[in-house]
């Protein structure tokens, strides 16, 4: 066994700073600390891809959905304020409870319109979802089209020239290959933990080497915008600092080898592609770099962040806005003719 010998739902539990914490923190500032995560359908296919490609896919996990699935922006809203309906009736008889909703709950669906009209509207294009909705409680829910895509993203990976020798599970006897690693490790003065997406061990060369599955609605060759956007980076030297906690701890005299993004679009499922780290974006990941004009803040400033809001609790503005006492500059990065 490599790791700790847990469940994910274990995992989750664990009181640690993660790598989607310190990302949160640099998203949504002071709303980090409260933010109720609903899953939406590219995270969904996200979970769905790993589980068929580490064997951990269970079918009554799922309910697929005969309808046609709302887009992913009314999922969302749909999601949230089913969440706060009893399921016994049909949804037209919680049209008072839905307006209620939609005039207290911040739902960013149509929102600045009536909301007596955005429930009716609401009602009538999510009431057959509802019904399925209702039979699914308690279970994952998706369509077949993104089972079907998901499997063959998953197909894809195994055979594909790219990646293929990474995710097959060959007969090296002196190779190991584990997904889901789950790992706690001290870093900066603090206690983190990660969990792994998939890490080979290479006994013959003494090396090992992480990598993490990405998915997404973008061409594989357009990651990178969606690596610096969602602050992959700060995953990537998180999970690097496991591993080489990992390889000290029973792996001795190994190399760690860069941490690797494998990338396949649910949109394009025959072409993938594995991006690497590199020790100079790193070390920018860590005190925080400037990139296309824009700054991203380092993880040592995103602790400090972390440490303010939870003094905070009450904030309803990010850090900086109340050190600045509430003036705001207008963004100055122009260019004059």
Known sequence: MVGLDITEAEYREIERTSY?????????????????????????????????????????????????????????????????????????????????CFKEQDIDYWKKKDPEWIADKFIKEVSVYWEEWRESIGKIRISNELLDSAKLA???????QFTRNIFNKNSFFNVEKHSQVKLTFEYLGREFK?????????????????????????????????????????????????????????????????????????????RPLVWTTTFLQLRG???????????????????????????????????EIYESNGEVLINNNIKIE
């Not at 969302?76 to 008889?93: G, H, M, V």
């Not at 602050?231 to 591993?243: F, G, S």
């Not at 004009?293 to 850090?319: F, M, N, Q, T």
């Open 20 to 100: 989607s914490l310190l990302s949160s923190i640099d998203k949504d500032k002071h709303k980090a600390l409260t933010k109720v995560f609903y899953p939406s359908i590219p995270t969904i296919y996200g979970v769905l891809t790993e589980s068929i490609l580490f064997g951990d896919y269970v079918e009554d996990d799922y309910y697929i959905f005969t309808c046609d699935a709302p887009t992913d922006k009314l999922k969302l809203a749909s999601d949230a304020i089913f969440k706060t309906l009893p399921t016994d009736k049909p949804l037209i008889a919680y049209r008072d409870k839905i307006i209620t």
């Open 194 to 270: 990660a969990m792994l997406d998939w890490l080979v061990i290479d006994h013959d060369s003494k090396t090992i080497k992480p990598y993490d599955l990405k998915t997404g609605g973008k061409s594989a060759e357009e990651f990178e915008d969606s690596f610096f956007y969602w602050r992959y980076d700060i995953q990537a030297l998180l999970y690097t600092h496991a591993v080489y906690k990992l390889r000290d701890d029973r792996y001795p005299g190994y190399t760690v080898d860069p941490f690797k993004f494998v990338f396949i679009s649910r949109n394009d499922e025959y």
């Open 285 to 319: 990941t860590l005190k925080g770099f400037t990139l296309n004009d824009v700054y991203y803040k380092g993880v040592k400033e995103l602790l400090s962040d972390l440490d303010w809001y939870k003094k905070k609790p009450e904030a309803s503005y990010s850090r």
């Open 154 to 160: 998953v197909r894809t990976l195994k055979s594909h």
